[in-house]
């Protein structure tokens, strides 16, 4: 999830400082946070199901 959350951040922050400047950084964290929650959340769920 670490992973995940770090890509985002990096590669949001990459894409959209041109436009938005800094204010892209702090936008870059919450939204990597939620999507690695969302994986960590579906993974946890596919794990539990039974083959």
């Known amino acids: ?3 995940i959350s770090l890509g985002t951040r ?6 959209l400082a041109s436009r938005f400047g800094a204010l892209a950084i702090w ?3 919450p939204i990597g ?3 690695a929650d969302a994986v960590g959340l579906a993974y946890g769920k596919w ?5």
């Not at 990096?10 to 894409?15: A, Q």
């Not at 794990?47 to 083959?51: F, I, S, T």
């Open 47 to 51: 794990k539990e199901k039974a083959l």
């Open 27 to 29: 936008w870059s964290i």
């Open 10 to 15: 990096v590669v949001l922050s990459y894409m």
């Open 33 to 35: 946070w939620f999507l």
């Open 1 to 3: 999830m670490t992973v």
